[in-house]
Nanobody, 114 residues
Framework: QVQLVESGGGLVQPGGSLTLSCAAS????????MNWYRQAPGKEREEVAF????????IYTGSVKGRFTIARDNAKNTVYLQMSRLKPEDTAMYYC???????WGQGTQVTVSS
């Protein structure tokens, strides 16, 4: 069956870094553009980053531009989100999503706090 499994979340101090991973299975990963979304308590889910099927084009929401990098490895069926200079407002549950599909992961929690 289709699975998207996120990992790499945790507690980090402001200014720190984390790298999230999302391992895909059960579908042809290389045929889907991929997204990272996040949802903070009491807020709507927002798209954070997007990457095309080949990884040659990426898009970021303004608040993370220059701090986050999305990447993918189609040989490993994995998409990554490298996060640096983290801020308390980055605290959220982070989800990966196969663009245009109903495939979502269960999420990984990122908490930025001193």
């Amino acid at each position: 069956q289709v699975q998207l499994v996120e990992s790499g979340g945790g507690l980090v101090q402001p200014g720190g870094s984390l790298t999230l991973s999302c391992a895909a299975s059960g579908f042809t990963f290389s045929m889907y553009a991929m997204n990272w979304y996040r949802q903070a308590p009491g807020k709507e889910r927002e798209e954070v980053a997007f990457i095309t099927t080949t990884g040659d084009h990426t898009i970021y929401t303004g608040s993370v531009k220059g701090r986050f990098t999305i990447a993918r490895d189609n040989a490993k069926n994995t998409v990554y989100l490298q996060m640096s200079r983290l801020k308390p407002e980055d605290t959220a549950m982070y989800y990966c999503h196969a663009s245009g599909s109903h495939y979502w992961g269960q999420g990984t929690q990122v908490t930025v706090s001193s």
